[in-house]
């Protein structure tokens, strides 16, 4: 009897120690599966951030690109502007006959028209009577430009950009709306209103043709956080100065990228690019609330 109990009990100790030794293989190997899984967990968000990224980036700078030759395109048309011999000699000559002004009119209406992106152009010239314009137009709005109330952006541009002030009485409508204007002179004088060509941008159809087709909306500012367009339906006031996605950017070594946000709760990808004729931010804010979940895991 006793020989049997101390074989039960050597079967007992045997069983209780496979058991534990196969208790702790399968801790370990649930360890290591959690391991790699957590692994490729990681691998995999930072797989999907970084492809979103790419993609975010590059419609930013499809964006661009456009927005660029918009202003490209403004360039071209004035230093075509000026080699027609009736529009060089109103803006130049202190005397005009009547025939060459109305063919200089001409030569503009149909110059402006070529460019949706125009809203108007004004060909000044401080010593004669007249003053060239084209588009949709408000005599009320040469003044701010002859008054030197245009405000200057916090922009390093080869091009002359100021903010403006149009009215669109001309329109049918009763509200003005700003705008950008660019205004080409036909010597270095300083004297900006002695002779210039202004040309008046169309704050609607950049808005609507242009940068409404990112899906989040884009804002586009000057380095101090002055909004000069934007379709982002977040956005509620004319500066983003005090942003802290802005903060980051100006923070940035790189004038174009992209980096995770939380905006009033939501998460966000903010991707950013800087205009080469402009000097203007472009700033696209994209809800990725579909992918927040693994994005945005801690």
């Known amino acids: 009897m006793l020989f049997k109990i101390q074989i039960n ?5 045997a069983r209780k ?3 534990k030794l196969l208790l702790s293989f399968l801790f370990m190997a649930t360890l290591i599966v959690l391991s ?3 692994i490729f967990t990681q691998l995999y968000t930072k797989d999907i951030y970084d492809q979103l990224s790419v993609d975010y980036v590059n419609n930013i700078s499809s964006v661009q690109h456009e927005f660029d030759n918009v202003f490209s395109q403004l360039k071209n048309t004035y ?5 027609l011999p009736d529009i060089n000699n109103f803006l130049t000559s202190p005397n005009n006959d009547l025939s060459s002004i109305n063919r200089a009119s001409g030569y503009l209406t149909s110059l402006n028209s070529i460019n949706p992106y125009l809203y108007s152009t004004i060909v000044f010239n401080k010593d004669t009577d007249f003053v060239l314009t084209a588009g949709k137009f408000d005599y009320a709005d040469i003044k701010q430009f002859t008054d030197n109330k245009i405000k ?4 390093k541009s080869d091009l002359n950009i100021v903010s403006c002030t149009l009215n669109q009485s001309a329109a049918r409508s009763t509200k003005p709306f700003d705008t950008i204007s660019v205004i080409f002179m036909p010597s270095d004088s300083e004297n900006v ?3 210039a060509v202004i040309m008046n941008v169309d704050r609607n159809e950049i808005e609507k043709r242009l940068l409404a087709n990112i899906e989040g909306g884009i804002i586009v500012a000057d380095n101090s956080g002055t909004v000069v367009f934007e379709s982002y339906s977040g956005l509620s006031k004319n500066s983003i100065a005090d942003e802290t996605y802005f903060h980051n950017i100006l923070s940035s ?7 995770k946000f939380t905006q009033n709760g939501s998460p966000a990808i903010v991707s950013y690019t800087k205009s080469i004729m402009t000097d203007l931010y472009i700033i696209n804010i994209r809800s990725i609330n579909k992918y927040s979940d693994i994005i945005f895991k801690k």
């Open 79 to 83: 230093v075509f502007m000026i080699q």
């Open 36 to 38: 790699i899984s957590i």
């Open 253 to 259: 070594d790189f004038l174009k990228g992209s980096f």
């Open 9 to 13: 009990n050597h079967l007992f100790s």
């Open 17 to 19: 120690y496979y058991l």
């Open 152 to 155: 200057r952006l916090d922009i």
């Open 193 to 195: 209103f002695n002779n």
